[in-house]
């Protein structure tokens, strides 16, 4: 079983068409795996519901803290791009063994449809976590990487290999 935990980021925001501004109401994890016609047996289980502008120390422990009590050994963590290096290297560093995990996540909201990358990066996320080896990893456009080996790049928009540091 893959145990998928829901913490919130720009994945699941909604689009409020009167103020124009994003908020969160349910994440939208069971759909997608729904019409992507997931046959894989997974475990949802929504964490939190924050930006990941405001995610502190005290959920990333949260986080770190599931993930060590799930039998799984598969772990997938929906998560806000702004700062998803720095929870996975918090999860690296605490101390779970064993276990395969990866973070994903999405520049475009799902809720605004076609435009959205969060379909094609959790696809991906799901695939990486079923073949990597135990340790922390990020997958986004595609590609997997290392907690310590990524970079979001701002200017475009994309995570990008960086040596991993010593």
Same mark, same amino acid.
């Given at each position: 079983?893959?145990?998928?935990?829901?913490?919130?980021?720009?994945?699941?925001?909604?689009? %409020?068409?009167?103020?124009?501004?994003?908020?969160?109401?349910?994440?939208?994890?069971? #759909?997608?795996? #729904?019409?992507?016609?997931?046959?894989?047996?997974?475990?949802?289980?929504?964490?939190?519901?924050?930006?990941?502008?405001?995610?502190?120390?005290?959920?990333?422990? %949260?986080?770190?803290?599931?993930?060590?009590? /799930?039998?799984?050994? $598969?772990?997938?963590?929906?998560?806000?791009?702004? /700062?998803?290096?720095?929870?996975?290297?918090?999860?690296?560093?605490?101390?779970?063994?064993?276990? /395969?995990?990866?973070?994903?996540?999405?520049?475009?909201?799902?809720?605004?449809?076609?435009?959205?990358?969060?379909?094609? %990066?959790?696809?991906?996320?799901?695939?990486?976590?079923?073949?990597?080896?135990?340790?922390?990893?990020?997958?986004? %456009?595609?590609?997997?990487?290392?907690?310590?080996?990524? $970079?979001?790049?701002?200017? /475009?928009?994309?995570?990008?290999?960086?040596?991993?540091? $010593?």
């Amino acid at each position: 079983m893959i145990q998928i935990f829901v913490t919130g980021g720009t994945f699941d925001k909604e689009y %409020n068409f009167v103020t124009g501004q994003l908020y969160f109401q349910d994440s939208n994890l069971p #759909e997608m795996l #729904e019409r992507g016609r997931c046959t894989l047996d997974v475990n949802v289980r929504t964490l939190m519901m924050v930006d990941s502008l405001e995610i502190t120390d005290l959920d990333r422990e %949260n986080i770190a803290h599931n993930c060590r009590g /799930t039998g799984t050994k $598969q772990i997938l963590i929906t998560h806000g791009t702004d /700062t998803m290096v720095k929870t996975a290297e918090y999860l690296a560093k605490a101390d779970i063994r064993g276990k /395969t995990i990866v973070l994903t996540g999405a520049m475009i909201p799902y809720a605004f449809g076609s435009s959205s990358d969060g379909f094609f %990066n959790l696809g991906s996320a799901l695939a990486f976590v079923q073949a990597l080896p135990a340790g922390v990893y990020i997958a986004m %456009n595609g590609r997997y990487f290392t907690w310590d080996g990524v $970079q979001k790049n701002r200017s /475009t928009g994309y995570f990008e290999a960086v040596s991993p540091e $010593q």
